[in-house]
């Protein structure tokens, strides 16, 4: 797969969780903690979370906020964020553009924990600065790159009904978020399906299964 600058890391309790490449050097201990977010690109994230996130709007706009428990003798928080600056910056200039992402914040939390939020144009930005993948797009564009579904079990998330007739039986105005990030998913369309293995939270986001492979999410 190929090289990037957001590599993922076993945390006890839930998984994997989104870290810099980089800042891997720092001695970085990835944990889970309460985070205050608030509403992104039309996506309703709630006030907490306690795992790893990303939230996609409808438009194709991409957060995702990292967490870090930093001991104080590994890091500085203004060396971080110069350090997730720069990457961004370099990641920008790569691609010859300036929006393709960008550090909203890096900020100290309690406990010492430390937050790096960063934000990505679309989905293509993001797969390339990191090396987990994310697609979102038509179900017409997702089966043109590579992500067709064809063997992909699709379940309500009403009423746990499969998906009669699979993915590319569907409309071409119904969107698809493909990745194999680990992490709690928000949406800024409405979620109808999503592939087996995958559960629905309390407060509508996705979780994707423990183990490794991408999750489907279909939405209207």
């Avoid at 995702?64 to 500085?76: H, L």
């Avoid at 043109?144 to 699979?166: C, E, I, P, R, Y």
């Amino acid at each position: 797969m190929k090289k990037g600058r957001m590599q993922t890391f076993c945390t006890p309790g839930y998984g994997a969780v989104l870290v810099m490449g980089k800042i891997r050097k720092l001695a970085v201990i990835i944990c889970l903690c309460a985070v205050f977010l608030a509403g992104c690109g039309g996506v309703r994230v709630p006030d907490v979370v306690n795992t790893p996130t990303v939230a996609v709007g409808r438009e194709g706009d991409i957060t995702v906020w990292q967490i870090g428990d930093f001991g104080k003798s590994y890091y500085d928080l203004a060396e971080l964020d110069s350090m997730a600056r720069k990457e961004a910056a370099e990641y920008n200039a790569e691609k010859g553009r300036e929006t393709a992402v960008s550090v909203e914040k890096v900020e100290s939390l309690e406990g010492g924990r430390v937050a790096v939020v960063y934000l990505f144009d679309n989905w293509e930005s993001c797969s390339g600065f990191g090396e987990e993948t994310l697609f979102y797009g038509e179900v017409k564009e997702a089966a043109v790159n590579g992500f067709s579904g064809a063997d992909t079990v699709m379940k309500s998330v009403k009423d746990d009904s499969v998906l009669d007739g699979g993915l590319l039986g569907q409309s071409y105005g119904e969107y698809l978020l493909v990745t194999d990030m680990k992490a709690d998913i928000y949406c800024g369309r409405k979620v109808v399906y999503i592939s087996q293995g995958a559960s629905v939270n309390e407060d509508g986001s996705i979780r994707p299964p423990e183990e490794d492979g991408f999750v489907y999410i279909l939405m209207k």
